[in-house]
């Protein structure tokens, strides 16, 4: 069985999430976490806190969110009924990714889907700030959706790498199930400057050719781009649906995707994006 986390802020965007969620995994069971966390206004003032009035109004904050989060449940039930599914929700008195680093733990959560926006995400933001220090602080994958994206199974899978990927990563085996579950075709890409690949980098491209031999897979060579232009470039000419990357701290995706990305190259979103922590933040 496998344990989905799924933050929600009531949005429509996080609902997108959702929905993505149930489809994309509808034929595994699954223990879908639906979690909201709050942390009301007064917080800021201990001596305020330490008041009835303020634990009154925490406990009343609770309440409205755990009812959101019941009629949540109610809803993707009614629209996605799957006896697969089971839900669980949890409202908390914390900050969004604090809870999540604890659940993920405590509840041995696979990994996390989450909308790439919430409730008032700037369009010219590359991923949401949530999302975006989701991928940075989770010791699990996360798998971030894009407002509005419509389901499509994941069929055409991107996956942009340098080659200086840890072959002894654990979730490398997700990626060749998600190709396994959905026979999907995987688009190796590598960004290519004039200066060959070393011997270290040679041996992982090895590795995965032989990793993936049982599923299709291709190799492409993007040259004199750097990963979003190369990305970019491949998804004019490809109908990409799905992404996937592994996060190394200090590589392209950690440059990618912590530093202002412009409104032209926010269409790099457009679809599901699956990002892999490392193996020493596992």
Not at 127 to 140: N, P
Not at 207 to 214: E, K
Request: hydrophobic share 45%; charged share 20%; proline share 4%.
């Amino acid at each position: 069985m496998k344990r989905i986390l799924l933050p929600t802020d009531f949005s429509e965007n996080a609902y997108n999430a959702v929905k993505y969620a149930v489809q994309f995994l509808k034929n595994e069971v699954c223990e879908f976490y639906l979690l909201h966390t709050y942390t009301p206004a007064i917080v800021s003032s201990a001596s305020i806190l330490d008041s009835y009035s303020a634990l009154t109004l925490q406990k009343a904050t609770q309440n409205k969110a755990q009812l959101m989060l019941d009629e949540l449940k109610e809803k993707i039930r009614e629209e996605f009924p799957n006896d697969k599914h089971s839900f669980i929700s949890i409202a908390s008195f914390n900050l969004l990714i604090a809870e999540m680093r604890i659940l993920i733990v405590e509840r041995s959560i696979d990994y996390v889907i989450m909308g790439t926006q919430g409730a008032t995400g700037a369009k010219e933001v590359f991923l949401g700030t949530q999302t975006m220090y989701a991928i940075k602080k989770l010791k699990c994958p996360v798998l971030a959706v894009p407002a509005k994206f419509q389901y499509e199974t994941p069929q055409e899978i991107l996956f942009p790498t340098d080659y200086k990927l840890d072959t002894n990563n654990i979730y490398l085996s997700m990626l060749r199930e998600l190709c396994d579950q959905h026979v999907s075709r995987l688009h190796i890409l590598n960004s290519y400057y004039g200066t060959p690949l070393t011997e270290e980098q040679l041996d992982n491209k090895a590795f995965l050719d032989a990793y993936f031999i049982d599923n299709a897979h291709l190799f492409h060579i993007a040259e004199d781009l750097d990963v979003l232009g190369a990305v970019r470039q491949f998804q004019t000419r490809a109908k990409i649906n799905f992404m996937v990357m592994f996060h190394n701290k200090h590589n392209f995706l950690e440059n990618m995707l912590f530093k202002p990305v412009i409104n032209q190259v926010v269409y790099h979103t457009n679809v599901p994006f699956l990002v892999i922590p490392a193996v020493k933040r596992q």
